[in-house]
Each structure stands twice: as structure tokens, then as C-alpha cells.
């Protein structure tokens, strides 16, 4: 297996230079050789995450995983030496497998032996500051803000990518069901199309078929002399009522002219009444 500095450098990914730089200051500060690239901002964290998968020919650790609570990781399965000395941290117990995750510059032997010690493990690997990370959560201390600030890093940027990968396989899938159901639907249009395809009467379906704007509309009746039409206006409709009926002035006008000759009626058959002499009266005059 390759390192992380030769895989790099045989890529042409990073220059001699950022390497040598980055050798440097791990030298001076301490810290593996990519927590010293990632603080010179030499690489991207998503970019290192895939290096050193590549490098180690090892599953980069899921960031999934890497954000377990602490009291879900299986540590008893994994030797104190192993987590103390920074070689390898548990990540979770899924579907009786573990996973562990291993130092970027973890030795060949020292695979072996976890592979040896842990047989069926999923050994994957991570960025130095996540291994101090969960280490430090096993013993209950803080993680030097240094560490930290680069795990949130390190972190933010992997599950972005894994983010959009998702969502580039969920729209690829997307466009092929699109693809084929355009197929399908073009190959039942031209079935339909076909001339060959005949009714039970024997003539092609095709010629049976009459378009909805070739179809005559059906006849309205008229609408009565008295009655409005059902397209006429509100408006007009309620004019013309209006129109119709008679106004108040006019109402009380009749009224009152009825009344008047109803009294003159009266008036006169009163009076027709009174000019007719008592019947005593007539009776002594003759």
C-alpha cells in the first residue's frame, strides 16, 4: 500500500513543494502529514478524504459514522492500545459487523493485525483530527480546538459530496425512467396510428375516429317571447324589469283616483237615498 505523500505526488494532485511543506510543519507542530496539508489549505478536505481512501486501498468512514454518539460505539471490541495510540477508533456495530475506522499513516503490519485480531471487521479510513476526535471521546476530554475546527471542516465537506452524489443518482434515475416511458409512449402512438388495425366491422380504427371540432353543435331552442334569454345580460335583464314595473308615483296616483270615485259613488247614492221621501210622509200626502 502506498502512503498518503507518494499517492499524491504520483497523481499530480499536489506539488513537491505542498508536500514538503506540509512535511515540515508536522514536523514542527506535530499531527500527521494531512492534518499539516488541510491547515495550509493545500487540498480540499473532500479531495484528501478520496486520497487517502485510494492510498490505503481502504472504505473512506462514512460520515454517518463518524457522528455516532459515543455511547453507541462498540469500544470494548477494540484492544485500549489500539485507541489510545491513535491506530484505530470503533465506529458502530451494523448488522453484527463492525466498523472501524484507522489512522491515515497506520502501517501495513498494523492492518494485518487488526484485520487478524478483527476478522469480517469493515476497516475503513479517516482524517487524523476525526481519529482524535473519537478518541477523545472515549476518555472524556476535550478535543484541542486545533483538531476540532478541522474535523468540522473535514466533515462538512465529505457529506456535501456524498450529498450530491445522491442527488445526481436520484436525477439520473429520474431522466432514464423519463427516457423509457417516452419510448413506451411513443410505441403505443404509432400501435395506435396504424391503418393496419382494424374495428370488428372491418374498417381501420383510424377512420372511425371523428374529431371533437368536426362534430356540429347541438341546436338551443329559443327562448319564449316573455321570457329573457339565458345569455342576456344581468344588467338588461333587471332594466327591462324595472321598466315593466309600474313606479310608486304613478301606484298612489291609481289608488287615489280609485278612491275618489269609490266616494263620489258613495256621496251619490247617499244623496239618491236622502231625496226619497220617509213612507209616512208619502202617506199623508195622499
Not at 18 to 44: C, F, K, P, Q
Not at 186 to 206: H, I, M, N, Y
Not at 255 to 279: A, G, I, Y
Amino acid at each position: 500500500m502506498m502512503t498518503l505523500q507518494d499517492y499524491l505526488e504520483a497523481s499530480g494532485q499536489i506539488s513537491h513543494r505542498d508536500l514538503t511543506d506540509a512535511h515540515n510543519r508536522a514536523i514542527i507542530y506535530g499531527g500527521s502529514v494531512d492534518t499539516a496539508l488541510l491547515e495550509l489549505e493545500a487540498i480540499e478536505p473532500a479531495a484528501l478524504d478520496a486520497a487517502l481512501a485510494a492510498s490505503r486501498g481502504l472504505l473512506a468512514s462514512p460520515p454517518e459514522l463518524l457522528l455516532q454518539a459515543p455511547d453507541r460505539r462498540p469500544w470494548d471490541l477494540l484492544p485500549d492500545v489500539w485507541i489510545e495510540g491513535l491506530e484505530a477508533v470503533p465506529l458502530a456495530m451494523i448488522e453484527n459487523r463492525l466498523w472501524v475506522a484507522l489512522h491515515p499513516e497506520v502501517t501495513d503490519e498494523a492492518i494485518a493485525s487488526v484485520q487478524q485480531h478483527l476478522p469480517g471487521a469493515a476497516l475503513t479510513v479517516t482524517a487524523e483530527c476525526w481519529i482524535r476526535m473519537i478518541a477523545d471521546q472515549r476518555r472524556g476530554a476535550a478535543t484541542p480546538p486545533r483538531y476540532a475546527s478541522l474535523a468540522a471542516r473535514y466533515l462538512k465537506a465529505i457529506r456535501g459530496v456524498r450529498d450530491q452524489v445522491a442527488e445526481e443518482s436520484l436525477t439520473r434515475d429520474v431522466s432514464d425512467v423519463q427516457i423509457t416511458f417516452g419510448e413506451e409512449v411513443s410505441g403505443f402512438a404509432a400501435l395506435v396510428d396504424d391503418d393496419s388495425v382494424l374495428d370488428p366491422l372491418g374498417e381501420s380504427s383510424s377512420a372511425m375516429l371523428i374529431p371533437s371540432q368536426a362534430r356540429a353543435p347541438a341546436e338551443r331552442p329559443e327562448p319564449a317571447a316573455h321570457e329573457p334569454a339565458a345569455h342576456e345580460p344581468t344588467v338588461q335583464r333587471t332594466a327591462q324589469a324595472r321598466a315593466e314595473r309600474p313606479s310608486p308615483l304613478s301606484r298612489a296616483s291609481t289608488s287615489t283616483s280609485t278612491s275618489t270615485s269609490t266616494s263620489t259613488s258613495t256621496s251619490t247614492s247617499t244623496s239618491r237615498r236622502r231625496r226619497l221621501p220617509s213612507p209616512t210622509l208619502w202617506t199623508r200626502r195622499r
